[in-house]
């Protein structure tokens, strides 16, 4: 007497592909952020550069420095390779962090 059993395939676990699906979620409300600035911008008739760091004395200058910020953790996040689950969801609650943090300043730069 013979028992057949099928043969259980576990699928492996991708930490990169995993951190690359969110990261380019993260990445396409980034991009939707700086169109907005970019946009609220144009019709305020301010030409002048983003901010890089400094001189955040408005909150459109505070929106588009939290905007860079973020673009930034996101670009180093992607750059990263993780062999735990515990490093990739820390990593990525950070970063959502950073993206919600300049959610509030671009509602706050139009609230203007």
């Known amino acids: 007497m ?7 395939i576990f699928a492996q676990v991708n930490f990169d ?6 990261c380019n979620r ?3 409300d980034v991009v ?5 600035m970019e946009e609220l911008r144009r019709r305020k008739g301010i030409t002048e550069t983003r901010v890089a760091f400094g001189g955040i004395d408005t909150p ?3 929106a ?7 673009a930034e953790a996101l670009a180093f996040q992607k750059a990263q390779k ?3 689950k515990a ?3 820390y990593s990525l609650q950070t970063l959502a962090g950073k993206i919600l943090k300049a959610k509030t300043e671009v509602r706050k730069a139009l609230n203007e």
Do not use: G
């Not at 013979?2 to 259980?8: G, I, Y």
């Not at 939707?32 to 907005?36: T, V």
């Open 2 to 8: 013979f028992f057949v059993f099928p043969a259980t």
């Open 17 to 22: 592909q995993i951190n690359q699906k969110v």
């Open 26 to 28: 993260f990445e396409e």
């Open 32 to 36: 939707r952020m700086a169109a907005i």
């Open 60 to 62: 459109i200058k505070s």
């Open 64 to 70: 588009d420095y939290q905007i860079t910020y973020a």
């Open 82 to 84: 993780y062999t735990s």
């Open 87 to 89: 490093d990739v969801r």
